[in-house]
């Protein structure tokens, strides 16, 4: 195999190298679109791309868009342009990846490679295992503590006290719906004058400002976002909380509501079905998997990297409802919530366990999450859904 | 066309030391006239950056400083409603027509430039700092998106006033919310990391040439080793400067000799209650031993 590089024979010149550059950006995560790639070709010509650190540096400074990906460019580069390129290795670092082995050939290092995605199978399944046995100990424990509970939401399974958390549900939506902005807008009645519009309206009166204009700061709508854990730990809450969420979903259009397990699915369209009864069902097709185990981190992540980039803001409260039993490790979770935390929005955990007697966040998932939240409240009676109101108020 | 390094020669002379990505960047965005964006730690001369390409370009520099609540009226244009006033009372007692009187109250005498209009309206292209844009809502950033591709503003009464010159736009963004990818997208980025020892050494001795340069290894590397231990706040490039200031100013020669100063003049460097209480005298007496 060629040392120098994998497109010496048959070059198609310049700017498809950089398209195919891009391209490798973009499998890698890099948010580029063509309008990129020509930036960069202008880019090129700015410096003298002949010299790889001057082209090094301009690529970077148009590709990377935050501190991760200049974190991630330099090896992308390399890997690229400098032929160290042998495309196995830069597909195998994932996360899962095992300590490279530095091979002697090509093919030596082909095989390797098969090798390790055999490897990566192995794990996984075992990790599956694993769920299965948290999942148990979940389910025993919240048997065991069922007994305590004046009354658990599990036992809301018909039509009424669905519509019983329904209406809780929008009471929350409707607490948590004001937020004073900080600009001011033209109203009827206000704290201050507009004395824009003063002007205007004075003109008809030969400067004498009869009418006077006001402005304040309108009430802006927190949007709300869910996610709704339903994997075998949770089962025993899923469909109340599917109902909660419901409720949440038909009070605003502006909401938006997501179940996880090891997947992460969207379910807003399906929840604004007419008929709440009908629209579970539907979910529950579409949620394959469904009481299968949970990694609560991973789906975070993907929902930070993913969704989140369209749909949160600073003016978003993410409420997940979790037990925080993961099988992923709790570094996951704390770095998919630092992430999302720095979209600016509010988060708040509904947790069923809370509300047992003496439970205390240790589970590791659960110990790793609580400094990133802004509220962590229980939710397991409907009352404790109808206290939050006051809590989400302050928000 | 200059190349980028003759830009951070040209930086360097205006007492600046950008580095060499940095430079780049600043090289590409002004070429291609595109706008740079600055994200990084407080305290690692982002705004600067701005002075100085101002300075090399001679040319002025308009900030425009974002806040949560930033409107139209205070960043793009106003009109001067005092005046107004006056003029109406004035010309009905003239008895001046009302069609008159509004192209009048309404022309450009009685707009009040913003620091956005005014950055597109300039005879000499200046540099435009859009600082801390992290900070405005993101209304604000969505409106930000369209000056910057378009480089003209509508004025309902007046109509759209197109840009005479395209400012150079430098934003910067302390990473306290991540910003839209749009604006991403449309801006050059550079990430700006604290100095290197090399890199310091060379901004202590431009800034401040009466230090010794025995002094001026202590204090840097004091400073470097105080930014490795666990601060709420890191001191910065301007606190360091601050740091060496003092002691210049105090008469030191030597960061060891006396620890009761050292600590006083750490009130340049450490500045919240917590961090003061983090690195008493000891520990700094170890730090500056260390730094020697």
Known sequence: MSKVTRFAAADPGPAARVSGFMAHLRDHGFRLGVAETETALRALSCVNPIVPSDARLALKSVCAGSVEEIAQFDLLFDAFWMAEGRVRQKVMPTKQAKAPEKSKTSRMDESQSIKGQGTIHTPEDGNDGTETYAEATGKLVASKASNLMKKDLRELVSAEDIRGAELVAIRLGNALRHRRSRRRKAARKGTQLDLRRTMRHSLSTGGEPLRLAKRRRPERPLKIVALCDVSGSMMNYARPFLAFLAGLMRADDASDAYLFHTRLVRITNALRDDDPLRALNRITLLADGFGGGSKIGATLQQFTNGYARNFVDGRSVVIILSDGYDSDTSEVMGAALTNLKRRNCKIVWLNPLKGWQGYEPVAKGMATAFPHLDVFAAATTLNDLADLEHILARL | ?292
């Open chain 2, 1 to 292: 066309m200059t190349s980028w390094t003759e830009l951070q020669t040209s930086l360097a002379k205006t007492g600046y030391i950008a580095s060499d990505d940095l430079a780049t960047a600043l090289h590409i965005a002004v070429t291609l006239g595109r706008p740079l964006l600055l994200e990084g730690a407080a305290g690692v001369g982002k705004t600067e950056v701005a002075r100085a390409l101002a300075t090399v370009n001679e040319t002025q520099l308009i900030r425009l400083q974002c806040y949560e609540g930033l409107d139209a009226s205070q960043a793009i244009y106003e009109w001067n409603y005092q005046r107004q006033l006056l003029s109406i009372r004035a010309a009905s007692e003239a008895g001046e027509t009302g069609a008159a009187v509004e192209a009048r109250i309404f022309s450009e005498d009685y707009l009040l430039e913003r620091p956005l209009l005014r950055a597109i309206r300039q005879e000499k292209a200046p540099v435009l700092l859009i600082d801390e844009i992290d900070r405005a809502d993101e209304e604000f950033e969505a409106y930000l998106l369209e000056v910057l591709s378009e480089f003209q503003i509508t004025i309902p009464e007046l109509g759209t006033i197109s840009a005479t010159t395209r400012p150079l736009v430098i934003l910067t963004a302390n990473g306290t919310r991540d910003l839209s990818d749009a604006l991403r997208r449309r801006c050059i980025y550079a990430h700006v990391e604290y100095p290197d020892r090399q890199t310091e050494l060379a901004i202590l001795a431009s800034r401040c040439p009466g230090v010794e340069a025995q002094l001026g290894l202590q204090i840097v590397g004091f400073v470097q080793k105080l930014r490795e231990e666990e601060l709420e706040k890191v001191p910065g490039i301007a606190e360091m400067l601050d740091f060496a200031a003092a002691l210049a100013g105090l008469g030191i020669k030597d960061l060891t000799a006396d620890p009761t100063v050292l600590q006083a003049c750490l009130a340049t460097l450490l500045k919240t209650q917590a961090d003061r209480a983090a690195i008493p005298t000891e520990i700094a007496q170890r730090i500056a031993g260390k730094a020697a």
